[in-house]
């Protein structure tokens, strides 16, 4: 079963006592108490279980009080618990949505610096085609003008896939 959450980084980052220093150790011990409500059947107010019962240690209670408890992914009912499937789903969501907003910024950084280099680079040509009269030195720079303008239009793209995606939130 694969539990890529992601939830990790918001919901139990500040989670006290030093006791979940990484992100993978919190991801992974956030993927064992999902699986342990699944493997009892908490998946609903009636079927609400007690953290003994669900073999959790007593920090569970004291992250429940925090983030944990505030994300709505689990809930508490008369000292009982239960996951709240629709809730993972939507912050599972989430935290996809984001991590494509956030690939698509690497995108648009990789492709401003390779348009940069590029006009430089034409640039340069250009100037030394008039210094030296070669067709090779024209040839190249003409050719690097059209690969600056093919990384414009792609920039432009991105751009606007960008956009409509952070529009979604």
């Known amino acids: 079963m694969n539990l890529n959450l992601g939830l990790s980084y918001h919901v139990f980052f500040n989670v006290g006592n030093g006791m979940f220093g990484r992100r993978e150790e919190i991801r992974k011990w956030l993927s ?84 940069l280099v590029t006009a430089i680079l034409a640039v340069v040509l250009l100037l030394a085609s008039m210094f030296i009269p070669s067709l090779e030195l024209r040839v190249l720079a003409i050719l690097f003008v059209v690969v600056w303008l093919a990384i414009t239009i792609l920039h432009v793209y991105y751009l606007s896939r960008a956009r409509k995606r952070l529009q979604g939130f």
């Open 32 to 115: 064992e108490v999902i699986e342990k409500f699944r493997q009892k059947g908490a998946v609903s107010p009636d079927k609400a279980v007690t953290a003994e019962e669900l073999g959790l240690r007593p920090i569970f209670r004291e992250v429940m009080k925090r983030r944990l408890g505030s994300s709505g992914i689990f809930v508490e009912v008369d000292g009982k618990y239960y996951l709240n499937e629709a809730r993972l789903k939507e912050i599972e969501e989430q935290r996809h949505r984001e991590g494509a907003a956030l690939g698509s910024r690497g995108r648009l950084f990789t492709l401003r610096i390779a348009r």
